[in-house]
């Protein structure tokens, strides 16, 4: 079946534009992830969905950062007024359930570029 | 705040050799770690999931350890072929948050 998919894969925003980051996760998937990786550097955390509900955000890096799931199936992740320590590709994972030890599937990423 | 180390930040073998990669963290009260590969311009691929209570996974050539005690995590890739070339993330679950802690990754090349 069909993995993780994101759009768009590559953006390029000017610094202050908004943008949105959009996530398909594999369906059904109940839980749904949300990473920020910086070149060179591992993923970091920056929220949780359990269906439509945000149980964790505590990664968001500032209040410029906005996500939803308001279906509970895709999620979006906004950034108002980008600035450029916000470039890094921003990957999505969901998994099947709840339960904490389950394998994350991942998508291809988005890589977002603020000039 | 649980942190995950790995070393080295990158290593280069001819093939056919087996090789450790290194991963450790500073929080014992893990629920799981994880083993990810990641090709470039591509996301993360699941290799080995080790449960709190076990000591190792396999799959195929490829082998993780966990000591929790001690906080360390091993990656074995046994007689490495070129097609091994990735990067590798450890990546430890804190408690029963799921979300994943994450190495800054061991980037391997592996030469004809």
């Known amino acids: 079946g069909a993995g993780v998919s994101q759009s768009p894969r590559y953006k390029v925003a000017k610094r202050g534009q908004d943008v949105a980051l959009r996530c398909d996760p594999i369906?059904?998937?109940?839980?749904l992830f949300w990473y920020q990786q910086a070149l060179g550097q591992g993923p970091e955390f920056l929220t949780y969905f359990q269906n439509e509900a945000q149980l964790d955000k505590s990664g968001l890096p500032s209040d410029r950062f906005f996500a939803e799931r308001p279906e509970g199936s895709v999620s979006t992740l906004k950034i108002q007024r980008t600035q450029q320590e916000d470039s890094a590709v921003y990957l999505c994972?969901?998994?099947?359930?709840?339960?904490?030890?389950?394998?994350?599937?991942f998508g291809p990423g988005t890589r977002l570029l603020v000039l | 705040k649980q942190e995950v180390t790995q070393i080295p930040a990158a290593l280069s073998v001819p093939e056919g050799e087996n090789l450790v990669l290194n991963c450790s963290f500073t929080d014992s009260a893990i629920y799981n770690l994880q083993w990810f590969r990641q090709d470039p311009g591509k996301g993360l691929t699941s290799l080995l999931l080790i449960q709190s209570s076990q000591r190792e996974q396999t799959s195929g050539r490829l082998n993780a350890s966990l000591d929790k005690s001690s906080g360390r995590s091993t990656l074995y890739i046994a007689a490495s072929q070129p097609g091994d070339s990735a990067t590798y993330l450890c990546a430890a679950v804190p408690g029963n948050t799921g979300k994943l802690i994450f190495g800054q990754g061991t980037t391997l090349q592996v030469k004809p």
């Open positions: 994972a969901s998994s099947e359930s709840t339960s904490p030890g389950e394998t994350q599937y």
């Open positions: 369906s059904g998937h109940v839980s």
